[in-house]
């Protein structure tokens, strides 16, 4: 699942992200294709804005059907919409990957890590990185107040991987959340990390299209060389 329903307010100017051109293809194709063409993804669901005018009405990406539905204000609502228009043929117990739009440099083998380690979970599993960097605490006027332990901390990624029914459950019943393990935190459901890398970039800003483009070179360049 794709929620592609934002507004992409902190990458500013007039066309959302999503459709802005990364390597000659929309951000969101790019993330499309990359999430497609793994062998063990069965099929995608779009979230896109009701006013969205650019969306291709794509309903088949590499040869994986495409299924698109409106979305909420929130991202929390807009996976919560994708949920309830799957087909019947994905139960409840069926698992489910949510993944955010603009991450189209997610690597193969990280998925499959994913759903490896995942699947025996009881709760699920959220691809992510390790705290590098040192981390202070501040306070109104940016005063350090101290310093925290690194070595609990992790950057949370996408895909982010639950079972149909309890994530439909856990959205239905939380206020606003920044992901979908944190809606499975609320009813106290906690998923497992499972480490990924740091070119699984967020395209964010508008630089960030750059560095997206330089690791999707860099991963083909992998590739061909293997």
Not at 89 to 118: F, N, Q, Y
């Amino acid at each position: 699942m794709v929620p592609a329903a934002g507004g992409s307010l902190r990458f500013g100017g007039g066309v959302s992200k999503q459709y802005r051109l990364l390597g000659g293809q929309p951000l969101l194709l790019r993330t499309l294709s990359r999430l497609a063409s793994h062998p063990r993804v069965a099929g995608l669901v779009v979230v896109i804005h009701r006013t969205d005018e650019l969306w291709p009405g794509l309903d088949v990406c590499e040869g994986k059907p495409v299924i698109s539905t409106v979305g909420g204000s929130e991202r929390w609502l807009s996976v919560r919409n994708g949920l309830d228009v799957l087909p019947d043929s994905v139960a409840k117990d069926d698992w489910v990957l949510v993944h955010d739009a603009a991450r189209p440099c997610v690597r193969h083998e990280h998925i499959t890590r994913l759903l490896e380690e995942g699947w025996g979970h009881p709760v699920g599993a959220v691809l992510g990185v390790p705290a590098r960097d040192t981390l202070k605490t501040v306070d109104a006027s940016h005063t350090v107040l101290g310093t925290l332990d690194r070595d609990p901390i992790w950057h949370a990624q996408t895909p982010q991987m639950f079972r149909r029914g309890v994530l439909s459950r856990a959205l239905a019943g939380c206020g606003p959340v920044s992901d979908e393990a944190g809606a499975m935190e609320a009813i106290g459901k906690m998923p497992v990390f499972v480490e990924g890398s740091t070119d699984n970039l967020k395209v964010t800003f508008p630089d960030d299209l750059t560095l997206a483009e330089y690791y999707l070179d860099r991963q083909a360049t992998e590739q061909a060389t293997e």
